[in-house]
């Protein structure tokens, strides 16, 4: 008999009734039972709110209080998991399809980490195309070397890996969360197929310069200055040949 891992799905949201209820359907609508679904509101006034309330049976828990940002408010998030595995799935963004996670864990559970590819989607709900940085066929804690070629939208992580986020970090605490865990993985599984949508006007993108400069530190710290200023170097060549050939940048 396969054994289900029950799978911990953590939503930030703050002041987005245009986009939450979005999330939201991709969630309960999964063909896959064993759901725990959070949400960790910002204390919300747009409505949110009552977008919320709409789906309250479908919702484990709902915390909305203020916080100190959103990588704080992931951490209460991940306090209150009670699940194997945890994903962080933002206001905006949704599971690939409504069997998204039974055809990822159709097997059981049992690597540390499963991770897939992304779909980028636009305010208007279009997929726009595919991510600059593609997922790799095999993935470690070293593959972010390059840019952050696995969505965080996009990674299944076992929660006894899952240590809170580094909160020095406001914007790219993500990528240091993510090579943390994986660092301890000893089994990290490509699912080999679509997994998330990801809406493209996130605050990493409204603050992009600043974003830059933490994802340089984070990645300096594990791959060390001189590797690091190497890697950058490529990772700006390959932009400059992406614009060439395909125009307007994607993350």
Request: aromatic share 12%; hydrophobic share 40%.
């Amino acid at each position: 008999m396969i054994v289900q891992p029950k799978i911990s799905i953590i939503t930030i949201v703050f002041n987005n009734v245009r986009d939450i209820e979005f999330t939201m359907r991709s969630v309960v609508e999964q063909t896959y039972a064993p759901i725990e679904y959070i949400i960790i509101d910002g204390l919300s006034t747009d409505g949110t709110l009552a977008v919320i309330d709409r789906y309250r049976d479908y919702v484990d828990l709902v915390i909305s209080e203020k916080d100190a940002g959103i990588y704080d408010a992931m951490n209460k998030g991940l306090a209150h998991a009670t699940g194997d595995y945890v994903l962080f799935l933002n206001s905006g963004d949704e599971l690939f399809s409504k069997d998204t996670i039974a055809s990822i864990f159709a097997q059981g559970g049992q690597a540390d980490i499963y991770y897939g590819e992304t779909k980028l989607i636009d305010e208007n709900r279009n997929i726009i195309g595919d991510r600059r940085h593609k997922a790799p066929k095999t993935f470690t804690w070293r593959s972010f070397k390059y840019g952050m070629n696995v969505c965080h939208q996009a990674i299944y992580v076992k929660r006894k890996l899952a240590e809170p986020y580094d909160r020095q970090y406001q914007l790219s605490a993500d990528i240091d969360w993510v090579i943390r865990a994986a660092k301890k993985a000893k089994t990290i599984v490509n699912v080999e197929q679509y997994v998330a949508k990801y809406l493209v006007d996130g605050l990493s993108q409204k603050r992009h310069k600043q974003s830059l400069r933490e994802r340089y530190a984070i990645f300096k710290k594990y791959y060390g200055t001189i590797p690091n200023i190497i890697n950058h170097g490529i990772i700006a060549l390959r932009l400059v040949y992406y614009r060439l050939t395909h125009g307007k940048t994607r993350d």
